[in-house]
C-alpha cells in the first residue's frame, strides 16, 4: 500500500493526512472496480451481506480493508467540516 494506515482510528488527524488517506484509498480501489467491473461500494455491500464468499482470495479481503479505510477517513472528514461549520457560526 502506497500510505501508512493508522490502525488507531481515534488519533487525531489534520486535514492534509484524511485529505491524503482518502485519495491514497481512492486510488488503491481503481485496480480492484476495473478488474472486477463492480464499484466499491456496491462490492462491499454483497461481501458483508455473504453474498461474495472470499474463498481465500486475498484480493477480496484487500479490496473490503481498503474501503473500510475509505468509510472512516469520509466520517472524519464530515466530522471535522462539520465542526469547522460549527466555529464558523458561533
Known sequence: MEYNL???T???LTLPEI???LHAAEREL????KKYNMRSEFFYE???GGFIEDA????????AGIY????DR???????VLNQTQSYSS
Open 6 to 8: 493508522l490502525l488507531v
Open 10 to 12: 481515534k488519533m487525531q
Open 19 to 21: 485529505f491524503e488517506d
Open 30 to 33: 481503481q485496480p480492484y472496480e
Open 46 to 48: 454483497l461481501f458483508r
Open 56 to 63: 481465500g482470495n486475498f484480493d477480496f479481503q484487500s479490496w
Open 68 to 71: 473500510e479505510i475509505k468509510i
Open 74 to 80: 469520509e466520517q472524519l472528514y464530515k466530522k471535522f
